[in-house]
């Protein structure tokens, strides 16, 4: 099962990275559990509201992280099989700050929970060292 898991985050960030879903329309209904926790309380310095629910607060969660870019790109730098239901990504994104020339730029890793071919929970780390620490896992 675990390739499985894998090959499910991967599947989810091609569509993610061109921020082109819509849950209403199915696009990563299928993929993406209706009761989804995406947690942001592990985030260093995260702003906003630390956990994240549904559908609804999934897109919440990426309107608020997409916002402050007028530019903004992400790529998949590694999936990695964690054990379990668990798959970590590392992920890098870039974004030129709304109003600013300034170029952000963030490697950051996220762990994901995956039960019955569907994503139940993502928790977001600042740091991939932090993603990996929380899986048992090392750079």
């Not at 091609?14 to 209706?34: H, M, N, P, V």
């Amino acid at each position: 099962m675990s390739q499985e898991n894998v090959d499910l985050v991967r599947s989810i960030f091609e569509i993610w990275e061109r921020g082109d879903y819509s849950f209403a329309t199915g696009q990563l209904s299928d993929e993406i559990a209706a009761d989804v926790i995406w947690d942001m309380s592990t985030f260093r310095g995260w702003p906003d509201q630390p956990v994240f629910h549904g559908l609804d607060g999934f897109t919440r969660f990426d309107h608020a992280w997409r916002e402050p870019y007028d530019d903004w790109t992400m790529a998949v730098e590694q999936v990695l099989d964690a054990g379990g239901d668990r798959v970590v990504a590392v992920l890098v994104q870039r974004g030129r700050l709304r109003g600013s020339d300034a170029e952000a730029r963030l490697r950051y890793g996220i762990v994901f929970a995956v039960e019955s071919g569907q994503i139940r929970r993502g928790q977001v780390y600042m740091t991939v060292e932090e993603a990996l620490e929380a899986v048992g896992l090392r750079e």
